[in-house]
Structure formats: structure tokens, C-alpha cells
């Protein structure tokens, strides 16, 4: 029972990549504040993971002999993750735009302009933060929330 509870809390801890995810989770709604690049790009991870494995676990079940289910199936479960994992994504998007000093508005302007305003916007996204307090907050690895 120990070692159960000291491993969940190690996936838990708020630098391990599940943590970080988990952390994305639980600040969906929160607009405010600064998202590191290892949040961003863990929670951009496990969204993909999780998909992929809605997708596939969909596609084991239509596979299996005994059950009928209807061709959208994979489609109608991969729509279904993906809306739960939206509100989320959009959260941490904004955050990390903010850990670069930019608002949400700058990077929606950017995915208007095809191409150029995409890898201009992934350079936003890779890039390290500002390493001092503005007007979104504390740098991230200075949060314990």
C-alpha cells in the first residue's frame, strides 16, 4: 500500500510529466497566470497520447468478432476527447503566451497569417519564458499553485 501511494504521488509531483499534465488539468478554465514550456509541450504530449489511445482502444473494439458498432465510431470518440481536451489546451496555450510576455490576442493574429505566422508562433511556443515577474506573474517555476 505504501509503494501505491508513494508512486501516485510521484506521477502527481508537480515536475513529472504526468504532474505537469495534471496541472494543465486542473487550471482549464484559468486564463490568468504563466505556463512553462515543459507544461505546454507535456500536456500537448499527453493530449496526443490520449487520443491516439481513444483511437486505437475504439478501433480493438470494432475489431472484436461479437460487436457491431457503427463506422463513425472512431471518429464520434476522437470528437468527443478532443472537445474535453480543448478547453484545457486553449488554457495552457494562453498561459504560455503569457510566459512569453504576449497575449492571446498576438498569437490568434498570428495563426491568421498562413505559414509564416505558424512557425513564428512555434517559435513562441519553444522558446524559454521571461525570467522575471510581469504583468501575468511569477515565472512559472516560481509557482507552486
Not at 13 to 42: C, I, M, Q, T, Y
Amino acid at each position: 500500500m505504501a509503494s501505491q501511494t508513494s508512486l501516485l504521488r510521484w506521477l502527481l509531483h508537480r515536475r513529472s510529466p504526468f504532474g505537469l499534465f495534471w496541472k494543465s488539468l486542473r487550471h482549464d478554465f484559468n486564463w490568468r497566470g504563466r505556463a512553462s514550456v515543459a507544461e505546454f509541450w507535456n500536456f500537448v504530449l499527453f493530449a496526443v497520447l490520449i487520443l491516439a489511445a481513444t483511437v486505437s482502444g475504439l478501433q480493438f473494439l470494432a475489431s472484436l468478432s461479437g460487436l457491431s458498432l457503427p463506422e463513425q465510431t472512431e471518429e464520434i470518440g476522437f470528437l468527443i476527447v478532443f472537445l474535453m481536451l480543448l478547453p484545457p489546451f486553449a488554457s495552457v496555450f494562453v498561459r504560455r503566451l503569457h510566459d512569453t510576455g504576449r497575449y492571446a490576442l498576438q498569437g490568434g493574429l498570428l495563426l491568421l497569417l498562413p505559414g509564416v505566422g505558424t512557425v513564428i508562433l512555434l517559435y513562441l511556443l519553444v522558446r524559454p519564458g521571461l525570467n522575471y515577474q510581469t504583468e501575468f506573474g511569477v515565472e512559472p517555476r516560481y509557482d507552486t499553485r
